[in-house]
C-alpha cells in the first residue's frame, strides 16, 4: 500500500521536526522515528486506528501529542493531517 501525504500535511510534519530540533538537538530526528513507526502501523493494519470522522482515521504517535489523520482511497493511504493534539481539533476537516 502506498502512503501520501497532502502538502499541507507535509508542512505540518516540517514544523513539528524543526520545533523538536530546536528544543533539543536529535529530538526531531526521534520524532520522525515514532511517525515512521506509525506510518508502518497503519501500512500494515490501515483499519486498526480509530476512526474519527466517516472514512478518516487518527492514528496516535506513542511518544509525542501528535496523530496522523488518514484517509485510504483504493491502494494508497492519504495522510490529510499531522495534527498536535492539544491545538485546534477538527482544523483539517476543510482538507477532505
Known amino acids: 500500500m502506498k502512503v501520501r501525504f497532502l502538502v499541507l500535511a507535509r508542512l505540518e510534519l516540517d514544523e513539528a521536526v524543526d520545533w523538536y530540533n530546536q528544543q533539543t538537538a536529535g529530538l526531531g530526528r526521534e520524532f520522525l522515528d515514532e511517525l515512521d513507526r506509525a506510518v508502518r502501523r497503519i501500512v500494515h493494519l490501515p483499519l486498526s486506528c480509530t476512526e474519527i470522522e466517516p472514512g478518516l482515521r487518527r492514528c496516535l504517535l506513542a511518544r509525542f501529542p501528535y496523530g496522523l489523520i488518514y484517509g485510504m482511497e ?4 492519504v495522510v490529510i493531517a499531522v495534527a498536535h493534539l492539544h491545538r485546534e481539533p ?5 482538507r477532505m
Open 74 to 77: 483504493e491502494k494508497t493511504i
Open 90 to 94: 477538527h482544523y483539517w476537516l476543510d
